[in-house]
C-alpha cells in the first residue's frame, strides 16, 4: 500500500482494467461503452493506482455548479482500507477547487454499506428516484444524496 495514492485522469488505455473491476464489485456494472461515453463528454474521470496496479477509479459529471458523483469504484483487496475515503475526498477537492457547490449521487437502497459510507461524509437523502435502477426482479428505487461543498 502506497503512503499517497496516485490519482490520475481516466485515460482510453485505462478502460479495459476500469471495466474489468467494475465487472467484479457490482451486480449491475457499467459497460466499457459506459465508461467510454463519460471520457469522450468529458467527464471528471479519475483512476489510482498502485504499484501500476489499478486501485480505484471514480467518474463525476459537473452541472452548473453541482457535481454529480456517477460511479465509484476500490478493488476488493483495498476495500474498507480508507482508499474509498481518500477518493472521495479527492473529488470533494477537485469539485470545490472548480467552484461547485454541491455533490449529487444516486444509491440503491439495498447497498447499506454504501449508504452508511457516504452518510459518514455528511451526505443526505434529499429524495428518491421510483424504479430508477435494474434489479435481479424488476426495479428499485434510488436515494438521491447531496452534500454542500
Known amino acids: ?7 490520475a485522469p481516466m485515460t482510453a488505455a485505462d478502460l479495459e482494467e476500469v471495466t474489468a473491476v467494475e465487472q467484479l464489485i457490482q451486480d ?5 461503452g459506459n465508461f467510454r461515453d463519460s471520457l469522450a463528454a468529458g467527464h471528471d474521470c479519475w483512476v489510482c493506482r498502485e ?6 477509479f471514480a467518474v463525476t459529471m459537473r452541472v452548473v ?4 458523483l ?5 478493488v476488493p483487496e483495498r476495500q474498507r482500507t480508507g482508499l474509498g475515503r481518500e477518493m472521495l475526498e479527492f473529488l470533494c477537492g477537485r469539485a470545490r477547487q472548480a467552484g461547485m457547490t454541491r455533490m449529487l449521487l444516486e444509491v440503491r437502497p439495498s447497498n447499506e454499506k454504501a449508504i452508511a ?9 434529499i429524495g428518491r428516484r421510483r424504479g430508477y435502477y435494474p434489479a435481479r426482479e424488476g426495479r428499485e428505487d434510488a436515494i438521491v444524496m447531496a452534500k454542500t461543498l
Open 51 to 56: 504499484a501500476g496496479r489499478l486501485a480505484a
Open 1 to 7: 500500500m502506497s503512503a499517497v495514492p496516485d490519482f
Open 65 to 68: 455548479d453541482e457535481d454529480h
Open 117 to 125: 459510507f457516504y452518510q459518514h461524509f455528511d451526505f443526505a437523502e
Open 70 to 74: 456517477l460511479d465509484i469504484g476500490v
Open 28 to 32: 449491475f456494472p457499467w459497460t466499457l
